[in-house]
Protein backbone atom coordinates (compact mmCIF):
# COMPACT_ATOMS: atom_id res chain seq x y z
CA UNK A 1 0.00 0.00 0.00
CA UNK A 2 0.87 3.43 -0.68
CA UNK A 3 0.53 5.79 2.10
CA UNK A 4 -1.13 9.00 1.19
CA UNK A 5 -2.08 11.57 3.92
CA UNK A 6 -4.89 9.36 6.17
CA UNK A 7 -6.02 7.07 3.38
CA UNK A 8 -4.45 4.50 1.95
CA UNK A 9 -4.22 4.02 -1.75
CA UNK A 10 -3.76 0.65 -3.28
CA UNK A 11 -1.67 0.70 -6.20
CA UNK A 12 -2.87 4.78 -6.87
CA UNK A 13 -2.26 4.92 -10.55
CA UNK A 14 -1.60 1.99 -11.85
CA UNK A 15 0.12 2.17 -15.62
CA UNK A 16 0.14 5.94 -15.51
CA UNK A 17 2.66 8.09 -15.39
CA UNK A 18 1.84 10.45 -12.44
CA UNK A 19 1.51 10.15 -8.25
CA UNK A 20 -1.47 11.21 -6.03
CA UNK A 21 1.20 14.10 -4.73
CA UNK A 22 1.29 15.78 -7.92
CA UNK A 23 -1.23 18.69 -8.59
CA UNK A 24 -4.44 17.48 -9.69
CA UNK A 25 -4.63 19.54 -13.13
CA UNK A 26 -2.12 17.53 -14.27
CA UNK A 27 -3.33 13.76 -13.37
CA UNK A 28 -4.30 12.03 -16.49
CA UNK A 29 -7.89 10.96 -16.91
CA UNK A 30 -6.98 7.44 -15.67
CA UNK A 31 -5.73 9.00 -12.16
CA UNK A 32 -8.67 10.60 -11.89
CA UNK A 33 -11.03 7.69 -12.63
CA UNK A 34 -8.95 5.34 -10.24
CA UNK A 35 -9.13 8.01 -7.62
CA UNK A 36 -12.77 7.95 -8.29
CA UNK A 37 -13.05 4.01 -7.94
CA UNK A 38 -10.99 3.29 -5.12
CA UNK A 39 -10.21 6.23 -3.25
CA UNK A 40 -10.88 7.40 0.28
CA UNK A 41 -12.92 10.99 0.98
CA UNK A 42 -9.75 12.17 1.80
CA UNK A 43 -8.11 11.25 -1.75
CA UNK A 44 -11.26 13.04 -2.94
CA UNK A 45 -10.28 15.87 -1.52
CA UNK A 46 -7.74 17.57 -4.24
CA UNK A 47 -10.60 16.73 -6.77
CA UNK A 48 -12.96 18.43 -5.08
CA UNK A 49 -10.46 21.58 -3.98
CA UNK A 50 -10.25 21.91 -7.68
CA UNK A 51 -13.77 21.46 -8.82
CA UNK A 52 -14.28 24.45 -6.59
CA UNK A 53 -11.87 26.48 -8.06
CA UNK A 54 -12.32 25.48 -11.62
CA UNK A 55 -15.98 24.43 -12.17
CA UNK A 56 -15.50 23.93 -15.94
CA UNK A 57 -11.74 23.21 -16.10
CA UNK A 58 -10.29 19.75 -16.89
CA UNK A 59 -11.28 18.31 -13.88
CA UNK A 60 -14.73 18.99 -13.57
CA UNK A 61 -14.91 17.74 -17.24
CA UNK A 62 -12.96 14.66 -17.14
CA UNK A 63 -15.13 13.54 -14.02
CA UNK A 64 -18.40 14.43 -15.58
CA UNK A 65 -17.40 12.22 -18.13
CA UNK A 66 -16.67 9.71 -16.32
CA UNK A 67 -19.98 9.84 -14.80
CA UNK A 68 -22.21 10.25 -18.28
CA UNK A 69 -21.12 6.70 -19.14
CA UNK A 70 -20.22 4.62 -15.54
CA UNK A 71 -22.44 4.50 -12.67
CA UNK A 72 -19.61 4.71 -9.25
CA UNK A 73 -22.27 3.82 -6.26
CA UNK A 74 -22.50 6.54 -3.86
CA UNK A 75 -20.00 8.75 -5.51
CA UNK A 76 -21.49 9.57 -8.64
CA UNK A 77 -23.80 11.97 -7.49
CA UNK A 78 -21.50 13.66 -4.83
CA UNK A 79 -19.78 14.81 -7.53
CA UNK A 80 -22.72 15.26 -9.51
CA UNK A 81 -23.66 17.78 -7.19
CA UNK A 82 -20.58 18.85 -6.20
CA UNK A 83 -19.71 20.09 -9.78
CA UNK A 84 -23.47 21.78 -10.13
CA UNK A 85 -22.86 23.70 -6.63
CA UNK A 86 -19.44 24.72 -7.57
CA UNK A 87 -21.18 25.94 -11.31
CA UNK A 88 -23.86 27.92 -9.25
CA UNK A 89 -21.66 29.92 -7.06
CA UNK A 90 -19.32 30.82 -9.71
CA UNK A 91 -22.08 32.04 -11.70
CA UNK A 92 -23.87 33.87 -8.49
CA UNK A 93 -20.06 35.37 -8.17
CA UNK A 94 -20.51 36.23 -12.02
CA UNK A 95 -23.50 38.09 -12.35
CA UNK A 96 -22.63 39.66 -8.48
CA UNK A 97 -19.70 41.27 -10.69
CA UNK A 98 -21.72 42.34 -13.64
CA UNK A 99 -24.61 44.05 -11.26
CA UNK A 100 -21.18 45.83 -9.60
CA UNK A 101 -20.27 47.21 -13.13
CA UNK A 102 -23.34 48.39 -13.65
CA UNK A 103 -23.90 50.06 -10.48
CA UNK A 104 -20.80 51.84 -10.71
CA UNK A 105 -21.10 52.73 -14.39
CA UNK A 106 -24.60 54.55 -13.11
CA UNK A 107 -22.93 55.95 -10.60
CA UNK A 108 -19.39 57.39 -12.60
CA UNK A 109 -22.02 58.73 -15.40
CA UNK A 110 -23.30 61.51 -12.81
CA UNK A 111 -26.47 60.96 -14.77
CA UNK A 112 -29.45 59.65 -12.74
CA UNK A 113 -30.54 56.01 -13.73
CA UNK A 114 -33.86 57.17 -16.05
CA UNK A 115 -30.91 59.29 -18.26
CA UNK A 116 -28.74 56.91 -18.20
CA UNK A 117 -31.03 54.04 -19.54
CA UNK A 118 -32.28 55.93 -21.92
CA UNK A 119 -28.99 56.57 -23.32
CA UNK A 120 -27.82 53.46 -23.70
CA UNK A 121 -31.09 51.81 -24.95
CA UNK A 122 -33.43 50.62 -22.06
CA UNK A 123 -35.88 51.23 -19.54
CA UNK A 124 -35.30 52.49 -16.16
CA UNK A 125 -36.59 49.48 -14.61
CA UNK A 126 -34.58 46.66 -16.67
CA UNK A 127 -31.60 48.94 -15.97
CA UNK A 128 -32.64 48.84 -12.13
CA UNK A 129 -32.96 45.21 -12.59
CA UNK A 130 -29.24 44.65 -13.90
CA UNK A 131 -28.12 46.84 -10.68
CA UNK A 132 -29.94 44.53 -8.54
CA UNK A 133 -28.05 41.16 -10.07
CA UNK A 134 -32.01 39.77 -10.46
CA UNK A 135 -31.31 39.83 -14.62
CA UNK A 136 -27.78 40.01 -16.61
CA UNK A 137 -27.31 42.53 -19.24
CA UNK A 138 -25.79 40.89 -22.61
CA UNK A 139 -22.42 41.41 -23.43
CA UNK A 140 -23.47 44.45 -25.56
CA UNK A 141 -25.97 46.12 -23.36
CA UNK A 142 -22.82 46.02 -20.95
CA UNK A 143 -20.45 47.16 -23.53
CA UNK A 144 -22.97 50.32 -24.43
CA UNK A 145 -23.63 50.69 -20.61
CA UNK A 146 -19.63 50.72 -19.70
CA UNK A 147 -19.19 52.72 -22.58
CA UNK A 148 -21.45 54.83 -21.61
CA UNK A 149 -20.03 55.58 -18.02
CA UNK A 150 -16.86 56.46 -20.37
CA UNK A 151 -18.41 59.22 -22.07
CA UNK A 152 -18.76 63.04 -21.89
CA UNK A 153 -22.42 63.03 -22.92
Known amino acids: ?18 SPEDDVTTWPYEAIVTTLERGLVSDWQPLFVEIRRSPWGKVARSIER ?28 DREEVAQRVRAAVADSGMTAGRFADLVGTSASRLSTYMSGKVTPSAAMLVRIERMARSDV
Not at 72 to 77: A, E, L, S, T
Request: proline fraction near 4%; charge should be positive; hydrophobic fraction near 35%.
Open 66 to 93: LLSYESIQGVGPLFTRAIANARDTAERR
Open 1 to 18: MIERGRSRLVHPFRNVDG
